[in-house]
């Protein structure tokens, strides 16, 4: 009926005026976050299938968040690009992360940081100056740091990535594309790009031995990834079962609860020592 939709209407206006309540509340408070001290980093290591010898770290954000407690980056990052906040918080991260691998040198501990990139970050004309300026400040090197880029994130703007790409390789840089799998069915744009590597998204890895639907396409992404010369990190990687298939069939790389979940950069430190 007509009142029912009209307070239909009404109810929907109210959550929208609440909901944008809360975006500006977020906004403000993740502003602050960046400029302050809230936001940390946490570390989780990729290791060689083979020797086991780790081979990097990637770094992932928290926001430890003064009421609402500790935040994910699933409650903050889409959020933040929407914000038109993504930039400030990539330079926050890559200015975490130099400084922590300046630590990590000092004490003989140093492994290559991969930090995630959003799309935003390949339409930044000064990510690159901002990359190298950072690196510079602590007397670091291009691999010292590494970068993740998700296939949706390339797609987004595929000439955009091919210049920032061709940028990072030739200052360098190795470059990881993350969630793969998940985002395209043309697998073409990957003669186009300077990859490194490619990261299997953990859908296909973690039900890897009960779901021959995933077995198969891990197999392929192998595969095709192995004959364009690209190697291949798998996440998600929870069992020792699904780590020795993958490791059967030639995946170069693994991360996961396995190996170890994200740590802080003080116990990575240790956690790398008793590991090597
Ligand atoms: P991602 O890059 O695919 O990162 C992997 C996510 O899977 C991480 O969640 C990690 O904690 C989790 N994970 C790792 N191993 C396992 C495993 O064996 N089992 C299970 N169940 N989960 C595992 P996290 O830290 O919550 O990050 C979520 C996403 O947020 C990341 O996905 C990444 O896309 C984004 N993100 C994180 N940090 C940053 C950042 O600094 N900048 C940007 N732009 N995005 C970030
Ligand atoms: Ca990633
Ligand atoms: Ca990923
Ligand atoms: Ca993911």
């Known amino acids: 009926s007509a009142k029912c939709s009209a307070e239909k209407i009404a109810v929907y206006a109210g959550s929208l005026d ?9 906004m403000t408070d993740l502003r602050r976050a960046i400029d302050g001290d809230e936001l940390f980093l946490l570390f989780q290591p990729k290791v060689k299938i083979r020797s086991r010898a780790i081979s990097g770290v990637e770094a992932l954000v928290r926001w430890k968040h003064p009421e609402q407690g500790l935040m994910s980056p699933n409650q903050f990052i889409n959020f933040a690009e929407r914000a038109g906040l993504i930039t400030r918080l990539t330079y926050w991260v890559l200015a975490a992360a130099v400084r922590e691998s300046h630590v990590w040198h000092g004490s003989g501990q140093a492994v290559p940081i991969a930090i995630n990139l959003s ?3 390949l339409r930044d004309p000064q990510l690159m100056e901002h990359v190298l300026g950072s690196l510079e400040t602590w007397g670091g090197s291009p691999d010292w740091i590494q970068f993740e880029l998700t296939e949706s994130c390339i797609m987004d703007d595929l000439s955009a990535a091919q210049h920032v790409l061709m940028q990072l390789r030739e200052a360098g840089f190795k470059i990881f594309i993350d969630d793969f799998g998940t985002g395209y069915s043309s697998l073409s744009y990957l003669k186009r790009l300077p990859v490194d590597y490619i990261k299997i998204d953990q859908s296909f890895v973690m ?9 198969a396409i891990v197999r392929s992404i192998i595969e095709l990834a192995h004959s364009l010369n690209i190697e291949v990190v798998a996440e998600g990687v929870e069992s020792k079962v699904v780590m020795d ?9 693994v991360q996961g609860y ?9 116990d990575f430190q240790s956690w790398n020592r008793a590991f090597v």
């Open 258 to 266: 396995c190996i170890s979940k994200p740590i802080s950069g003080h």
């Open 245 to 253: 298939m993958l490791e059967r069939w030639g995946c170069e790389e």
């Open 207 to 215: 039900g890897l031995d009960e779901d021959a639907d995933s077995a």
């Open 18 to 26: 609440s909901d944008n309540a809360q975006r500006l509340i977020l």
């Open 119 to 121: 799309s935003h970050d």
